[in-house]
């Protein structure tokens, strides 16, 4: 028997209730039809017959939390590519990394970068700060370069940690950046060189739950197109972590429809538009980028 899986307002209130407390994510009514899109072949492939009985299924299942995270990666699976808004890549290059090597220097600090993609999905975002970030320090050796790369979606994560990517998905890349970064492995799939592969630490992050202690100060913090999706609170949560993490003058990269007005309450200083630099007392302006 053939379903057509309409979903009521009553399932829609309890599958929403459940998706922001375990997500954060805060989901308008208008977004009814979209989840009921993605979860309707969910339904059938565990033979259930209507919306109710998949909630029940979550909560009350001995698989439940497995298809919790089936349901996560549906509803938070997006859009992203290399190089998504080129301007914050050129940014790092021509300002922040600039700034950070100067700094060391003047204050002969050791010479480390930690960055953190917070909510990173399929990877592309990691690899291409390992790219920009291995062609600007390749020159300076004795740097220690990290990038850690976290993200709710545990599929999404495989395939970032696999670093696989069809000739599609890598279509956005410089030549220059393909041949130099990615070998073919197959006639339509290439796979990041272990040169980048070093540089990143894939785990999975649930920022609207996570404690924000990583037991090391990040120097920038990219999460972009990520807490546009998140309730107001949840919001203010996650940039209060981001601060609390950051170095005293650390950098976080929004994306370009997002922005940290009436969130921050004077925790970073906006450089321009969508990238901030946390606002430290311990930093004088004339020593801030």
Not at 7 to 18: C, P, S, V, Y
Not at 70 to 86: A, D, N, P
Not at 162 to 181: Q, V
Not at 267 to 281: D, G
Request: with cysteine; aromatic share 14%.
């Amino acid at each position: 028997m053939k379903h057509s899986f309409d979903i009521t307002d009553n399932e829609f209130e309890l599958l929403k209730g459940l998706i922001y407390n375990q997500t954060g994510i805060c989901l308008d009514d208008c977004k009814k039809a979209f989840l009921a899109s993605r979860l309707k072949k969910r339904l059938a492939s565990l033979h259930l017959n209507s919306f109710r009985e998949y909630y029940n299924y979550l909560i009350g299942h001995p698989r439940g939390q497995k298809e919790m995270m089936q349901m996560i990666s549906l509803i938070t699976t997006g859009k992203t590519e290399f190089f998504r808004e080129e301007e914050h890549f050129k940014f790092l290059t021509t300002n922040v990394f600039p700034y950070f090597l100067k700094r060391t220097i003047a204050n002969q600090r050791r010479p480390e970068l930690y960055i953190w993609s917070a909510g990173c999905s399929t990877g592309e975002e990691a690899y291409s700060l390992a790219m920009v970030t291995n062609d600007f320090f390749n020159v300076y050796p004795y740097w220690q370069i990290e990038i850690l790369a976290t993200d709710i979606d545990i599929e999404a994560l495989n395939k970032a940690k696999a670093g696989i990517y069809t000739e599609k998905e890598i279509s956005s890349l410089p030549l220059t950046y393909r041949k130099r970064y990615f070998h073919k492995i197959e006639p339509q799939k290439f796979k990041a060189n272990d040169t980048l592969r070093r540089l990143i630490t894939f785990k999975y992050l649930n920022l609207s739950t996570a404690p924000f202690y990583f037991g090391r100060k990040f120097d920038v913090i990219f999460c972009r197109n990520v807490i546009i999706y998140l309730h107001p609170e949840i919001k203010k949560k996650i940039i209060q972590g981001f601060y609390t993490t950051l170095a005293d003058d650390g950098f976080l990269f929004l994306g370009h429809s997002e922005s940290l007005l009436s969130l921050d309450r004077g925790l970073f200083s906006l450089v321009t538009p969508s990238i901030y630099q946390k606002a430290s007392l311990g930093i004088s302006s004339n020593a801030r980028l």
